[in-house]
């Protein structure tokens, strides 16, 4: 089965249970592609067997060096930076390919990285419907941490005294098999991604724990997108007597903040909250270690006019931290005067 991730998605899973099924015992099944993003049911199939979760297939990848006129003459011996030793030690590298290797870099910049990838997690991370920058997103991999997890929080910085801080949410409806619940604490100051609470759980246990963390990071401004089930976090937010709940903006005058709590994401505030967090990963101003939530910026690509989680994909966490961006770049400028909300919405 050839070039595999170009399948019209829509057709692909049937296509391939039809053919792998005309296929004796004892036969062979092979897949071969070059990728073309993450998603898609050549990525979930390779990832599956990689995991070891798709009985009787094995995973293959060809990086560059398996091309044997992919080297340079060597006159003198080069000293080796950290990247380059450890694909000598690894990989058995010679002298010759690592001054090839600087040759595309010099020529190529990170492009290097998509035209020749070295492993089989960079290959994924470009493509021509990938929403956000791969080669970006790529430098953020390398220093990926897992943090420290406390039931369903991962902790990467705990709090400061005296900081601000944000808490973009998104709700799921707590299905077994369904979206999770993300919240994403951003330090308002630093733009650091500081914690992630994920779980799959009714909105309303989802919502305890969320007045927790946002008392735990000195009272953040949470932001919950009432589309959908935030509506019910809202609610309890309320009942609980939250003191800092986001209301929405007027976006005619962004300083002016309407009556109504919560993140409307609509025609209007989707795309912005993509071109805010591609300009931040881009400039490298989001200061994130979370591997998650930079798979799911990877996975986030164009299906026809829309941008998208991939079928089988995630984009709760990535949604989350959007919205926590967003409201962080709409934040008054210091010194000027904070705009009083007059009245307020019950939700019934």
Not at 156 to 184: E, Q, T
Not at 271 to 293: V, W
């Amino acid at each position: 089965l050839t070039e595999v991730a170009q399948w019209y998605e829509p057709n692909a899973i049937e296509l391939f249970a039809g053919i792998s099924q005309t296929v004796p015992v004892g036969g062979y099944i092979t897949l071969e592609s070059t990728t073309r993003g993450r998603g898609g049911l050549f990525y979930r199939l390779y990832e599956a067997a990689k995991r070891g979760d798709l009985a009787h297939y094995k995973t293959f990848f060809y990086p560059w060096w398996y091309e044997p006129a992919y080297t340079l003459s060597v006159v003198k011996s080069i000293i080796l930076n950290r990247e380059e030793d450890l694909l000598v030690q690894n990989q058995k590298l010679t002298q010759g390919q690592i001054l090839w290797r600087r040759l595309k870099i010099t020529e190529l910049g990170d492009l290097f990285y998509q035209e020749y990838p070295e492993n089989d997690v960079d290959c994924w991370l470009s493509s021509d419907v990938s929403v956000f920058d791969g080669i970006a997103l790529r430098r953020y991999l390398l220093d990926i941490t897992p943090g420290t997890k406390i039931g369903n929080t991962s902790y990467w910085k705990r709090v400061i005294g005296g900081r601000d801080y944000i808490i973009g949410a998104d709700i799921g409806g707590g299905l077994p098999k369904g979206d999770f619940s993300v919240a994403c604490v951003l330090d308002k100051k630093t733009n650091e991604h500081c914690a992630t609470l994920r779980a799959r759980q009714a909105p309303d246990l989802f919502a305890e724990e969320l007045v927790r963390l946002g008392k735990e990071y000195n009272n953040a401004k949470i932001v919950v997108e009432r589309n959908n089930h935030g509506h019910t976090i809202l609610r309890i937010l309320l009942e609980h007597n939250y003191p800092s709940i986001y209301h929405e903006r007027n976006y005619a005058n962004p300083l002016q903040i309407t009556s109504q709590p919560g993140w409307l994401t609509s025609g209007k505030t989707r795309p912005m909250m993509i071109d805010s967090f591609g300009a931040a990963i881009r400039a490298g101003d989001l200061l994130t270690r979370s591997e998650n939530l930079l798979k799911e910026a990877s996975s986030f690509q164009y299906i026809g006019q829309k941008a998208q989680a991939p079928h089988g994909e995630y984009d709760d966490e990535l949604f989350a931290m959007m919205i926590a961006l967003s409201v962080r770049e709409q934040s008054p400028i210091s010194g000027l005067p904070r705009p009083k909300v007059t009245s307020y919405v019950t939700i019934q």
